[in-house]
């Protein structure tokens, strides 16, 4: 039986295997910053840790990738030294900044002498934003151009999890937590209207053990899991990259991979 979407359905692309994954998220990648930089010369991105930034190694060496127009922020960021392994930044800078030509001060980490105060923190970082975007127009929310996000086996994303009282947040743009049931406890993170304005939405998940979460999250939404929640406006469009392994018990729909 044909499945019905709604107009502005998510988008699930699968992948035989995380390689092609790679591939054609690069490829994705490149669409979405050549759009942004022939309209309006940058490109707004915001990234995940977790399993993404090894996922974003098809980007090393592309030459469709116009670096220096690249504006990076961090979708969500623990609260530990910048060098630390638990930082978001530093697994993006290990796994993808540290082998491709982007100038630093193109790559919007945490203000690292505000560790020990989270409201400070998180308002210095929604500064951050207001900076980028505010600026340019006078929208209630910033529009990046493309946010990247995973999804924790708790069916986490960002550092929004399940039964949080941030899942409600309406007004800030970025705001903390220090009772993450995932550790390390203290994090910062964009709220979903943040998430929710982006152009373009796009979650990255790899390998069986994503499997059942992604199946509750597609295919039972009514559940409310944190990934679930996260449903651009329209013009805004959400994508799914996955691999086969990780679709394995979904029933929702595939679409065919193209730019
Ligand atoms: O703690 C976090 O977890 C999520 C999901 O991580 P994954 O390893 O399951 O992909 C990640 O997207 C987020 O940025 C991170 O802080």
Redesign the pocket.
Known sequence: MAHHQPPNAPILISFPDSNELVDSLAKFIAKAQKDAIDKKGRFTIA??????PKMLRGLIGNPQIKWAHWQVY?????VVPLDHPDS?HRSCKEHLFSKVPIPDENIHAIDPTLLNDLEELSDAYEKTLIHEFAQKDAARFPVFDLIL?????DG????LFPGHELLAEEDRWVAYVDD?P?PPPK?I?FTYPVINHAARVAF??AGKE?AETLTTILDHPEEGLPSSRVKPAFPGQLYWFVDDAAASKVAFPRTPFQL
Do not use: C, F, I, Q
């Not at 961090?74 to 623990?78: G, K, L, N, W």
């Not at 986490?156 to 550092?159: D, F, K, P, R, Y």
């Open positions: 990234l995940s840790g977790g399993s993404l961090y979708v969500d960021e623990r978001n996000l995973g999804m924790g086996p986490h994303t960002a550092s993450s995932k994090r993170t990255v998940a994503k």
